[in-house]
């Protein structure tokens, strides 16, 4: 289904206005000025195709609200660490690091025994390489946005296993924070289930 790049930029806008959150403007402003609302979700692997990335940080968040009510329904004394606010700035902020990363490039592909050309993606990560989840925190941080420290740790973390390096300190933040904050475990779910259920089937 094609992507309504317009419709989706104005959701976005809508549902992290609601939040209430301070420097909401600046960071929508920010995002816009990079590319957010038009840029892929990747290279190749799930909505790689203009507007993918704000398409993805929806489906996200749609996915991460029904895990939250789920879970909330299996243990009520989640409910106020998993509180609306902080499930939708984590789920539409989570990928923030990839707004300018995609860069176009015209790559070769063969199709029917014919070799024919098509623009594809590239990543460029020269102009803040600072990592992933790590990048998007202080990406919102700079940009005056208020993050309680469990969105923080969700946003930081939500790569689990594919963000861990081989050092020790990595391993053991990683684990104390998915103690600490239930909201990451959502995170990482909503993440999954929209790349390899809303984004493949
Ligand atoms: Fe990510
Ligand atoms: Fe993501």
Known sequence: MA????????????ILRRTGRAGVETVLAELDQLGFFSAPASTRFHL???GGLCQHSLNVYDEAMLVKVLQCRLRPNLEPKLDDVSVAVAALLHDVCKAEVYKTEIKHRKVNGKWEDYLGYVPDYSALPLGHGEKSVIRLLRWGF????????????HMHAWSLSDSPEDGANFNKANERCPLLAVLIAADGLAAHILETH
């Open 3 to 14: 992507i309504d790049v317009q419709a989706n930029k104005d959701r976005f806008c809508e």
């Open 48 to 50: 790689a195709e203009e």
């Open 146 to 157: 208020e993050l309680t420290d469990e969105e923080m740790m969700a946003i930081r973390w």
